[in-house]
């Protein structure tokens, strides 16, 4: 079984500036996959960044990359330069070998201009 | 990136009455197909996972009956939600499996279902 942990419901950023979203999860298998999914107010679930867990190099996708932390079953994400179409709910996500996905309950992130 | 449609977005219909929502991969192949569902504020609860060619598995606590998952092709997964009650008002969610896309699920935008 899979289980994954956001800790912050809430988190707000200066547009331009950085934030750091953060995940936690935990997993009997050995071979993994790690998400974050973004859900604007439209909400259609968009991927932002995937990270194998085999890989130690950390995930990056331009303004957005990840601090993957294996031994500490940690997976966080960080936003630089924030813009204000960055405001979403942010969801980190696990998948193993049976393909399904847990989610936690999200980040909500407001962006003030 | 692949693309997932889904239809309707949205739809309202009468208690009792049965509602079908379309799921297609547009740009490739999904052997794996899910049907999530999520209520205002939530995260998502995986409801089934549907595989083309066999039957759907369901998720402890769904009723098999109730929602009724077929995936006849490759491209295309459906979710009849039978005789819907109130309760199952809510906003469904699918997503298909990329195999070639390091095990990533691309997710439809939606359905809004509002039963009266």
């Known amino acids: 079984a899979q289980t994954v942990t956001q800790s912050q419901p809430e988190m707000s950023v200066q547009e331009a500036e950085t934030v750091t979203l953060s995940c936690t999860y935990d997993?009997?298998?050995?071979?993994?996959?790690l998400f974050w999914y973004k859900q604007p107010p439209s909400r259609q679930m968009i991927l932002v960044i995937r990270?194998?867990?085999?890989?130690?190099q950390n995930a990056t996708e331009n303004r957005f990359s990840v601090n993957f932390q294996k031994a500490a079953k940690s997976f966080s994400l960080k936003i630089s330069d924030s813009q204000l179409g960055d405001a979403a709910m942010y969801f980190c996500?696990?998948?193993?070998?049976?393909?399904?996905?847990?989610f936690g309950k999200g980040t909500l992130l407001t962006v003030n201009p | 990136g692949a693309v997932v449609s889904q239809h309707p977005s949205w739809v309202i219909c009468k208690s009792g009455t049965s509602v079908k929502i379309e799921c297609r991969s547009l740009?490739?192949?999904?052997?794996?197909m899910f049907w999530y569902r999520q209520f205002p504020k939530q995260s998502l609860m995986l409801m089934a996972t549907?595989?083309?060619?066999?039957?759907?598995?369901?998720e402890q606590g769904v009723e098999k009956d109730k929602f009724l998952i077929n995936h006849a092709s490759l491209t295309l997964s459906t979710l009849t939600v039978t005789s819907a009650h109130p309760e199952d008002s809510s906003f469904y969610i699918c997503s298909a499996r990329d195999p070639a896309g390091l095990e990533t699920q691309y997710f439809g935008p939606g359905t809004r279902l509002l039963v009266l």
């Open positions: 997993t009997s298998e050995s071979d993994y996959y």
């Open positions: 996500a696990s998948g193993g070998s049976n393909y399904k996905l847990t």
């Open positions: 740009d490739f192949q999904a052997t794996t």
């Open positions: 990270q194998e867990a085999y890989k130690q």
């Open positions: 549907s595989n083309e060619g066999s039957k759907a598995t369901y």
